[in-house]
Structure formats: C-alpha cells, structure tokens
C-alpha cells in the first residue's frame, strides 16, 4: 500500500492509523499547490479529485476519501479494535462519528485555511463551529476517546482536525474538554510518529 499525504492535512488521520495498527504502507508527499507527489508524479493521475489523502493498495486501485480510507486501515488489522466489528451497532457510532467530523468539522475548517476569505463569513463559520464543539465537548463527557476507553479512527481524524486550532486561530480555550483531549491524544506513541514523520515536531 502507498499513502499519498500532505502534511498536517486531513491525510494525517490515517497515517496515524497506519502508524497504531503497525501496517506495512509507503509514503509519498503531495504538494497540494502544484499538484506533483515528491517522485515528480502528476496527482491527478493518481486521484483525479485533486486533495489527499488516496490510498493506492497493493492490486493498484486507489481507495480515497478519509472516512473510507480509515475504515479500511482498520478492517486490515480487527484485533487492534480501530474500529468495531462491521455490521454491529458500534460500527454505525464510529461511521456517525465519522461522517460527523468530515461535514461538522473538517469541511467548514478547511475553507479557513483559504487565504482572502471575507470576516463576516469567517464570523459565521465560527458561530457554526462553535455549535458544533458545544455537542462534542457534551458528548465527550469524561471519556478520554469518542467511543469511550478505546481510541479508534474516529480520534484520529477528529485530533487531525482540531489540531488545525492553532493555524486557523481558533481558540479552542471555551471548551476545556477538547483542549484536555487535543493534549491527551498529541502524546499517544502512534501520533507522534506520524507528526514527527510528517516533520511536525522533533
Ligand atoms: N472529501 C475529501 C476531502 C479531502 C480534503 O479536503 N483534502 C484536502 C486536505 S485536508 C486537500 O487535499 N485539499 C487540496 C485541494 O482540494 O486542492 C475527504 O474527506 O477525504
């Protein structure tokens, strides 16, 4: 397998996962500005929606969009309880999760990374964001993952995109229950070396 990644980008999520479930899996950088992987390839061949991450398994096909690529990672290695069992009830939780981050939380902060944007939406997007960190931060209670004692793939997407906090000038400070989880999951052994990798940190 090849993950194709952009640093700190939504493809984190699942090097973190490759990372936790120990799977064999090359990396390869895209520059999301010219559209070339670091082997000088054309992106678009290899994904023709043009962002990260896509997954190239071993039979050639290219697997994208990070909710899928997730649970695929996790459905090559069970017994690491990435994900629950597909088919059961908790599988549905996660993929709610999932879908929950991918359209709640990662696609209204993305555009905030777009340089020009207009303060009135920038206001708006925050108002939204807000709304949604309340229910997130209700949810989480005292539990230290989204599922509860186990850390899945759901974490490591929603770490991925709250970690954007920081750069997009979010702050994340009214809801001390997401900074204690930022925090928390940012020493976890497998994040780490998908940050250090990503050339994050040291
Ligand atoms: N629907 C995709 C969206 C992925 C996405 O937004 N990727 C961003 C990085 S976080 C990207 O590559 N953007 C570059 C572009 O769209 O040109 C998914 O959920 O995987």
Redesign the pocket.
Known sequence: MKLYY?PS??SMAPHIVLRQAELDCDLEKVD?ATKRTSSGRDFAEINPK????ALELDDGEIL????VILQYLADRKPETGLAPQAGTPARYRLMEWLNFI?SEL?KQM?PLFKPGIVAEWRENQLTLLGQRFDYLAGRLGSAPYLMGDRFTVADAYLFTVLNWSPYLKIDLRPWPKLTDYLARIATLPAVRQAMREEGLIT
Do not use: N
């Open positions: 952009s980008a939504c999301l043009g962002y990260v991450p994208t969009e990070a909710a991918a990662h993305g």
